[in-house]
């Protein structure tokens, strides 16, 4: 077993690809748009399935917002370096909700995103695991 995608449903799905693939880098991988049911789906990671995880942005026609459920926690990004990475997503236009720095507890570094809707996106400082957040802003 493994784990496939997690989905999302977003009030405006261009606003929500646009924060996915500018502010964390991940790649618009496929899209479709169903009428008959009222809905578009895109698919973004940082690589395709099988061999990575996806996210799917789920958007119903004529919803713009929804509650955020109580249980709901985060989605948890690896990062070379969780300072520069929340650096870099700030330019992009990114909305840090919590500066790097050590967890509650521990040492392991981390930092909060939020998304256009208000989902949260964690970035954990872990080198060797990294999606290549930051690296974006040197290859610029």
């Known amino acids: 077993m493994r784990l ?9 799905l261009q606003r929500s690809i646009d924060f996915y693939t500018n502010v964390l880098g991940m790649q618009l991988l496929r899209t479709s748009d169903n009428p008959e ?3 578009k789906l895109a698919f973004l990671g940082y690589g395709r399935n099988p061999e990575h995880a996806e996210l799917e942005l789920t958007y119903n026609y004529g ?4 509650e955020m459920g109580t249980a709901y926690g ?7 370096d969780a300072k520069k990475a929340c650096d870099a997503a700030r330019t992009a236009g990114g ?6 720095g ?7 570094v981390i930092a909060f995103l939020a998304d256009p809707d ?13 999606s290549g957040l930051h690296k974006k ?3 610029a």
Do not use: C, F, W
Not at 63 to 66: D, L, P, Q
């Open 118 to 130: 208000g989902y949260k996106v964690e970035l954990i400082e872990r080198p060797e695991q990294s």
């Open 74 to 80: 985060h989605i948890a990004v690896g990062v070379d």
């Open 4 to 12: 496939l995608h997690t989905m999302l449903r977003v009030g405006n």
């Open 137 to 139: 802003e040197e290859t």
């Open 37 to 39: 049911y009222k809905y």
């Open 95 to 100: 909305a840090v909700t919590r500066e790097a």
């Open 63 to 66: 919803v713009e917002s929804y």
């Open 102 to 108: 050590p967890v509650k507890g521990g040492s392991t």
